[in-house]
Structures are given as structure tokens and as C-alpha cells.
């Protein structure tokens, strides 16, 4: 007779006497679903570095939690090449739960009958990024943070240190002021869901509108019609030429922490005067 594996699970909620009685509620379902508590975490935060650690089979999550919630969990954990399964918890959030009806994603509500978490334990599954997306998205549930998947790893971007966003080939530059970090995401699909952190300053560039120091407007220098890029050789010829050269000139923006500027396209050069 195989005797079988003990499942690993972290249970993640803001309020200590709801993990207490989380924690008592597992205790009893041992005998019937062999089990070991690997860790409890306050917030997503502190959840994904666990998970980060490896070892965790089950996430047990609240939804409703301050610094990263669990819809923005499950968004960031759903992308890793073998993520943990993850039951969420809530004491009742109506778009969250139909959103986990249409995608077949297993919940408990508020308070947790012993049998029903046993139910979820036995049936619990790994979310795949498509079903942790519609489930965000039906809860209206914005990220705070960006996750950039790093050798099976999460490595966490707050969304509060983003400078700008770039579409560069199939990958987005994100840029800190410390770091770049290079995500597979959609540059259209960011601005839909961060519409009021970032203006669109170029057809590939989102900047983060608190970041935007000012603008300058230098000479181009190259062949007419072509575009002098921020930071390159022609760029800083174009800076330092002089008015009238015949060169004509265009806005770049200037933002906080780095040096870097970033054009501005004709088509967006409305945003100069908005700001």
C-alpha cells in the first residue's frame, strides 16, 4: 500500500485569528488528507518570496489583503513553469466569485466548513495565466506590482519605482531607476490596465506621468524626416546644434533619476501642452 505524499501549504491572509483558524481547520483534516504547513505569509508579498523558495504544492489565499491581494497572486504565480495549486479564500466578493464559477477555479467562503475545505483540497489545481487573467479582470482587480519570471522565479517590480515602458521586439522594457527588467506582456494591454499612472508618449513608450520632470525640444540631426534617437550619437549632436541649422527639431521628456530622454512622436506631441 503507497502511502501518500504530504502536501505543502502556505496559507496567506492579513488577519493572524483567520490564519489561526485556518491553521486549526487543517489540523483536522490530516487523516484524511495528509498534509504539512509550510509557512503563512500576511500578503502576496511575503507570499511570493516563499513561493519563490520552492517546496510550497497549495497556496491558500485570502483575496482581499493590503500590499498585493490574492487575485494579484495568482496572476504573478500562475506564470511560473510549475506553479502551486491555489485555493482562494474570501468572506464574499461577488465579481471575484462568479469569475472563479466561469473559470472553474475552486473558493471558500467566510467562515470555512471542515468538510468544504476538505472537498477543495482534494480538487485543488494549478491556474493557468489566461484563467488568473479573466479573474482579475472580472474582479477589476489592478496590479500593484509587475513580475518579471527570472530562472523560475518572481521577481517583483512595484509599480510605484516604474519610470517607463517600452515595446521593444516581443519583450516590454521596464525601466527603474536603479534597473532594467524585460517583461513578455503586451504594451497595449499595460496601458488598458495602468491608464492612470502612464501617458502615451510614442507609439512603443508609455512614461509614468509623475515621473515626467519636463521636456525639451532639440535639433534633429540626420537625414530629413528622420527621428534623432534620445541617448544616441545623432541625439546628442541634435542637442547641442544650433537653432537654424535646417535640421528641424522634436520634444523628448525628461525624467526623474535618469538621464536618459525619451521622444516624443509628432502624433502624441499634445501631450507637451497638456502637461
Known sequence: MTTQPSARILIVDDEAPARRRLRD???DCREQFPLTIADEAAN??????IINRGGIDIVLTDIRMP???GLEVARHVAKLPTPPKLIFVTA???YAVKAFELNAVDYLLKPIRLERLLMALGKATALKPAQAEAIAEAAQSTRKHLSIHERGR???VPMDDVLYLKAELKYVTVRTVQKEFLLEESLTKLEEEFASLFTRIHRNTLVATKAVIGFEKIAD???EGEEAQPGSDKSEKGEKGEKGDGGGSHWVVVIRGIPERLAVSRRQQHVVKEF
Do not use: C
Open 44 to 49: 502576496g508579498v511575503e507570499a511570493i518570496d
Open 92 to 94: 464574499f466578493d461577488q
Open 67 to 69: 500590499v498585493m491581494d
Open 221 to 223: 540631426a540626420g537625414a
Open 25 to 27: 481547520l487543517l489540523d
Open 154 to 156: 518572481i521577481v517583483l
